[in-house]
């Protein structure tokens, strides 16, 4: 047993490192990583939550109609979270790059990086839409073990498309670029409370 422990110490302490530049310059006044990185950070953390509840929600060996169809249903959606995890995951850095480049520029060239800023959080949102759906589909579905991970990643997946708001609102105070987005999102964010 102490071994498995000692096993366990050593994988969350290399956990540890890896997250400790990133917090660490998320701290500090720098204008990246900011909001914007982080909300597709905690993105990602709250869809591997809900993944983690599937992968132990489903059966190995399923036996009876029932539960191969509810094996199929949790796995097409695993793979559809997965996707979209692909497609968020390279923004935690994308965001960081395009916020320096926005400090870093005036006129045109700035408004051309805020777009491109907007741009990566309107995905972000619309990611989070996508997982509202997926998660609700399977949830019945996710074992009681493990259902608190579940639940947990679905309220970071919730948080994650607040902070698309304001982020959005954010930026049309800072440079002036309208978002008809924000209030949409919000309104689907009221829906999923």
């Known amino acids: 047993m102490e071994k498995g422990i000692n096993n366990h110490k050593a994988c969350m302490n290399s956990y540890k490192g890896k997250f400790k530049g990133y917090l660490s310059d998320l701290a500090r006044r720098k204008p990246s990583p900011g909001g914007g990185s982080a909300i597709c950070l ?11 509840a599937i992968n132990y929600s489903w059966v190995p060996k399923p036996e009876g109609v029932s539960k191969k169809t509810k094996n199929r249903k949790l796995k097409t959606t695993l793979s559809r979270l997965r996707k979209l ?49 997926l998660a609700k589909d399977v949830e019945s579905d ?42 949409s999102f919000r309104k689907v964010l009221k829906k999923w409370q």
Do not use: H, W
Request: charged share 25%.
């Open 85 to 133: 995890t692909l497609k968020i995951y390279p923004s935690i850095d994308n965001d960081s790059i395009i916020f320096a480049k926005i400090m870093n520029s005036k006129g045109k060239n700035r408004l051309k990086f805020v777009k491109g800023a907007q741009q990566i959080i309107i995905d972000t949102a619309g990611a989070c839409q996508a997982v509202f759906s």
């Open 42 to 52: 905690v993105f990602c953390i709250g869809v591997s939550l809900i993944e983690k």
């Open 142 to 183: 996710i074992k009681k073990s493990i259902l608190s991970d579940f639940q947990i990643g679905s309220t970071l997946v919730k948080d994650v498309l607040l902070g698309c708001i304001l982020n959005l609102e954010a930026n049309q105070k800072m440079f002036g670029v309208e978002s008809k987005d924000a209030d």
